[in-house]
């Protein structure tokens, strides 16, 4: 995932908390075009001078696994103006983030078309969740007003914001998850996990979890689990009793996370590995070696594998029988992804595209 560090406010941003701006639906580009356009093009010159340095990335040693990311032909090019990154997945659309653009986009997987680009409050960050009928859209404003942090709803039938709420995300590298009765968001970097009634759009409890958490996700036991980058722990809440229950190391500075197979998967930013935890003995069962460190990136579970993402590395598929990397893509694009209408989705920030891929062509 980006982080906002890297550029400022932008000349035209979104200031309004309730706008909504629907426009005319965009076809997506025609795939093998676009994609060969994406792998001869440098990556826009204001991203590539606002990038920080990274350490390296050496990605899979192992004979035959790597290749380049211009050997996979997508079967839709979705063009997103600014810098596509979040994702959320709907029985009816992939709904995409673009922070810089102050917008959120809906894409049709039955046409492969933009659907809709919505109008959102200052930068939208840090994750997207689809629960209780609407997109939960964290905002993180203005970087020198923390006051213009939110929380916007967006209604997933008509595209509008319904809601917005004065809570909002911890950092801009984040995440949020719901359960049956409650969505929920870390709130602050002392580790103020937020529990939020989308009945009356309110926090209904504060829960402290260790400092320097940023990404919760909602496991198969219907617990949340909860990862902190600052301690490299991942902890169980309970929300019946909104108590931690267990606490589980992980690999260095852990930041996404995604859930499958009966496990929870964290993507590993000190080292560049991948942890593995078992939900059903809350233990931690592997550390697969990835090749991705540094900021950035995100990992995510569906089609039978885990499928991770950084900048160079745009996607790697790890086998959850082997828990071992069977195939890595390098080159341009990449830093967000999700798993949904049988297809990867693979947003390409630096490109302004997302990709959709049949993981069955790979």
Not at 52 to 74: C, F, S, Y
Not at 139 to 165: F, H, S, Y
Request: charged share 15%.
């Amino acid at each position: 995932m980006l982080t906002y560090r890297r550029y400022g406010r932008l000349p035209g941003a979104a200031l309004g908390l309730g706008a909504c701006l629907l426009l005319t639906p965009v076809g997506a580009q025609q795939p093998q075009a676009q994609a060969q356009a994406q792998r001869a093009a440098p990556a826009p010159a204001a991203a590539a001078q606002a990038a920080p340095q990274r350490p390296p990335r050496p990605g899979i040693t192992t004979p035959g696994v790597k290749r380049e990311i211009g050997a996979i032909t997508p079967v839709g090019v979705f063009p997103v103006p600014g810098n596509p990154d979040w994702q959320a997945v709907t029985p009816e659309a992939v709904w995409v983030t673009s922070g810089r653009r102050s917008l959120v986009g809906r894409l049709d997987p039955k046409t492969n078309t933009v659907a809709a680009l919505i109008d959102t409050a200052q930068r939208p960050c840090s994750g997207l969740v689809a629960a209780f009928g609407t997109l939960w859209v964290p905002i993180c404003g203005d970087p020198e007003k923390p006051e213009t942090k939110a929380l916007q709803r967006i209604d997933l039938a008509t595209n509008a914001i319904v809601a917005t709420l004065p809570v909002g995300p911890a950092l801009s590298e984040g995440g949020i998850t719901a359960n049956a009765d409650s969505v929920w968001m870390l709130s602050d970097m002392r580790g103020t996990l937020s529990r939020i009634d989308p009945s009356t759009n309110r926090v209904v409890a504060d829960i402290q979890v260790p400092s320097g958490s940023s990404v919760v996700v909602l496991g198969e036991d219907q617990a949340i689990w909860v990862v902190s980058t600052e301690h490299s722990v991942l902890v169980r809440v309970d929300p019946a009793t909104n108590l931690i229950t267990d606490r589980v190391p992980v690999g260095p500075n852990p930041r996404f996370t995604t859930v499958g197979g009966g496990s929870i998967w964290t993507l590993n930013q000190g080292d560049g590995t991948v942890s593995r935890v078992d939900i059903a003995t809350r233990k931690l069962v592997a550390t697969i070696e990835v090749g991705v460190p540094g900021g950035g990136g995100e990992i995510a579970y569906g089609e039978g594998a885990v499928w991770v993402t950084v900048f160079e590395i745009p996607l790697t598929q790890i086998d959850p029988d082997t828990n071992r990397v069977v195939k890595q893509w390098v080159g341009l694009g990449g830093d967000a992804v999700r798993v949904g209408h049988g297809s990867v989705w693979l947003s390409n920030i630096r490109q302004e595209n997302v990709w959709r891929i049949d993981p069955k062509q790979l």
